[in-house]
C-alpha cells in the first residue's frame, strides 16, 4: 500500500465520517460464539428473556466494527503504525440485528513522538450511532502514523 | 444457565487466572480480514517488513480473546448483565502465531448500584500474558453483576 495520508493530515478538530455499516444476527452470532459466548449474545430466544429483550451484539463486537468502519474511512490508506492503547470505551445502547453504524473520527489532540520524530500521536474521539442517530458506542483511542516530514 | 457466581464472589482483590489459549495464524487473519485489515494483520509477507517483523493480532482481536478467556474462566458461570465500558486497553507487545495467551483478572473495586440494589458493580484489572510470561496487554473493564442477595 501506499500511504495517502500521513500523521499531518490528522490536525486537532480533523472530522472524518465512516460507514454505515449493517449488523446481521449471523454475524452477532459469529462474533460472539468466538470470542463472548454469553446468553444475550449467541442465543436469540434466551436473549428475549434477557434485560435487552432480543439479541445484542457483544461490546468487542462493536469495537471490531468500529474499527472496520475506521480501516474503510480512512485508515487503510494511512500510513499507520498500530496503537498503544484505548483510553476509553463506552456501550451505551445495545446493538441489535439489523442495525447500521456509522462513526465520526475527532482528533482531540496530536502531537510528535519524543523519541521517533517521524512518527506522530492522534488522539481520536470515536462516536458511533446507528441508523436512527443515536449514539451507541464511544471510544477514544491512540492511533501512531508515519510522519510525511521530519521537520 | 444457572448462575454460581454473584456479584457477592468477586470481592476486592479476588483474582481469577484464565486460559491458556493458543492462536493460530489463520485465526490472526481470519479476524484482521474482517476487522482491521491492515497489511500487518492479513499478510505475513507484508508483515515482515513491518516494524513488528512477522504478523501480528489487531489490538481488538486480543481484545476479544481476553474476553474469550475470562468467559471460560468464570463469566458464563457467572449472573453477568453486561457492561458499560472500559477504562484503558494497553497493548503492550505484539501477538504473533503461535503465542498461548492467558488472563488473570483482578478486583480493583466493587460496589453496589445505588439506583438498582440487585446489581453489583465490579471494576478489574485484567493482565494478559504469553507463554514467555510476559505482559502483553493489560485491559480495565467494568462488569455489571447480579446480587445473590439485595440485603
Known amino acids: 500500500m501506499t500511504a495517502k ?6 490536525p486537532v478538530g480533523d472530522k472524518r465520517l465512516c460507514g454505515p455499516v449493517t449488523v446481521s444476527a449471523e454475524e452477532i452470532i459469529d462474533f460472539a460464539l468466538k470470542f463472548d459466548p454469553q446468553d444475550f449474545h449467541i442465543d436469540a430466544e434466551l436473549a428475549k428473556h434477557s434485560r435487552f429483550g432480543s439479541l445484542i ?6 469495537c471490531a466494527m468500529a474499527m472496520r468502519l475506521v480501516c474503510d474511512g ?25 442495525d447500521s453504524l456509522s462513526l465520526r473520527a475527532l ?4 502531537r510528535r513522538s519524543e523519541s521517533r520524530p517521524e512518527v506522530g500521536l492522534v488522539h481520536w474521539h470515536w462516536d458511533i450511532t446507528n441508523q436512527l442517530g443515536q449514539s451507541i458506542a464511544e471510544i477514544e483511542s491512540t492511533g501512531m502514523i508515519r510522519c510525511r516530514s521530519t521537520a
Open 107 to 110: 482528533v482531540l489532540s496530536a
Open 74 to 98: 480512512f485508515m487503510l490508506e494511512t500510513a499507520g503504525l498500530g496503537s498503544p492503547g484505548v483510553d476509553k470505551v463506552r456501550w451505551k445502547q445495545p446493538v441489535r440485528p439489523g
Open 5 to 10: 495520508y500521513f500523521w499531518e493530515d490528522f
Open 57 to 62: 451484539a457483544s461490546g468487542w463486537h462493536v
